[in-house]
């Protein structure tokens, strides 16, 4: 018999049932995924999966402190379950005392529906999605353009019980839709993507009408040479940046002087001003539209997060408030450390406190700038500054004179996102936003625009 075959909350107990380690806690997933692609402006491929993977910790005490152990597998059978409990004993006692050894997590209110069964989802979440997109293959098909994409959705419910006591579920639904438009020669080409969490809030038909006017832009061809330009990032490009200011932004390593967020002769940059416009980088887990796990999920120790701290309580956070640095993430053993509030990393991210101007509004104000798409191949240069390179992709775009022009070659960038909210003159409306780059490890994101006087474009990419 498969351990599928059991409701997932009976697994985590009888897991813990097994257990003859000084603490445990097992993790029970159960994923579930729907997806579409299409090419040429018709359906290639639609399916569905199902699967349940379970993650047993074991803490052991010891002398010289607690070791943990972490074994992780699919597709366990009933007979199999005993096994990886033992496996994760062994792994813990063949482990040194782990250095972020913590109690584990007491204290937190059952979740009601801890033994209801998983969520699913299934291809009658495309029911109103799959007929627009229908809708939208006709129009772009007579329009002489291509479509190309596709739309996956996630279901993922997990449970987290531990011998302390905890009975924690969360539901976490993920969709997310990128759409290409491409003239038939392909030499142009355009992209535009969305997040959600059921696909009712998306329309296919207004993406493709907004792919087919930066299609349009595309038709006048004007080369540029490398430089810094008046930028305009979209909403997709600042996150993509902010994230990985996110992920870089471990209160340890600030601490011991190895990041941006070091200050010079110790210590951290917190409470120092970052920007002169009164954003605030923020993550809740209850922000409508991008909710996420409202505790600490950790199948593993490392960086900042720590399977000691599965089950603790998120809560939301001012990561920048009106721009100064508020927090850090941190554990609590890395907390302790630094002295600086427990802040685990958190599941969403929001960037607001600008003003209530979409970005067509910020295009009719600019003189003479750049309009970027979105940016790709984001890889670290340098930590101590967080200077990143990567490309833009899929339309850079002139404007002059408040409208847009036409279409400029690519570029290579370097820039450091902590440097570009410091000198950003303007930010536009907050909006959900799907990031191009990030999307596979970071999907909830609300962002705006940001007006960069003097972005750096180091080189020319001959890349679409």
């Known amino acids: 018999m498969s351990a599928r075959t059991n409701k997932p909350h009976e697994v985590v107990e009888q897991a813990l049932a097994l257990s003859r380690a000084d603490g445990c806690v097992v993790i029970a997933d159960e994923h579930s995924t729907a997806n579409l692609r299409w090419a040429g402006n018709a359906l290639t491929t639609n399916g569905v999966t199902r699967g349940r993977t379970l993650t047993v910790i074991a803490t052991v005490d010891g002398k010289e402190g607690t070791a943990s152990g972490v074994v992780s597998r699919s597709a366990v059978t009933a007979d199999e379950l005993e096994p990886l409990v033992r496996a994760a004993e062994a792994a813990a006692r063949g482990a040194g005392p782990a250095e972020d050894a913590q109690p584990l997590v007491t204290g937190v209110p059952q979740s009601p529906d801890f033994t209801d069964a998983p969520a699913e989802t299934s291809s009658a979440v495309f029911a109103d999605f799959a007929p627009a997109l229908g809708e939208a293959f006709a129009r772009a ?97 600042v996150a993509d940046l902010l994230i990985y200011q996110l992920w870089s932004a471990s209160g340890r390593d600030a601490a011991e002087g190895r990041t941006v967020f070091s200050r010079p002769g110790g210590g951290t940059r917190v409470g120092e001003k970052l920007s002169e416009l009164p954003l605030t980088l923020r993550s809740d887990p209850d922000e409508p539209g991008l909710e996420c796990p409202p505790f600490v999920i950790a199948h593993s120790s490392g960086g900042d997060q720590s399977v000691f701290d599965n089950g603790l309580p998120a809560h939301p956070t001012e990561w920048i408030s009106r721009g100064e640095l508020q927090h850090l993430t941190t554990t609590r053993h890395s907390a302790g450390l630094t002295g600086l509030p427990v802040a685990p990393a958190p599941g969403n991210l929001i960037l607001d406190g600008g003003q209530d101007r979409s970005l067509e509004e910020m ?49 290579r960038f370097n820039e450091s996102p902590v440097d570009l909210l410091g000198r950003a003159t303007e930010a536009g409306r907050t909006e959900k936003t799907l990031p191009r780059e990030w999307s596979d490890w970071f999907t909830r994101t609300a962002m705006p625009a940001l007006r960069i006087p003097d972005f750096n474009m180091s080189s020319v990419s001959q890349g679409v």
């Open 141 to 237: 098909r007579a329009g002489g353009r291509e479509l190309y994409g596709f739309a996956n959705h996630e279901l993922v419910s997990t449970y987290v019980g531990t011998s302390t006591g905890l009975r924690l579920r969360h539901d976490q639904p993920t969709g997310t839709l990128e759409l290409n438009a491409k003239s038939p020669d392909r030499t142009r080409s355009a992209w535009a993507g969305r997040v959600t969490r059921d696909f009712k809030d998306v329309d296919p038909g207004a993406l493709d009408a907004e792919l087919a006017v930066r299609l349009g832009w595309a038709e006048r061809r004007v080369e540029l040479p490398a430089g810094r330009y008046e930028t305009l990032l979209p909403p997709a490009a």
């Open 363 to 411: 295009v009719a104000s600019t003189e003479r700038g750049l309009l970027l798409t979105c940016l790709w191949y984001i890889r670290e240069v340098d930590p101590a500054t967080l200077l990143l390179t990567g490309l833009t992709r899929d339309g850079v775009y002139l404007v002059e004179n408040g409208e847009v022009t036409g279409q400029v070659n690519n570029f």
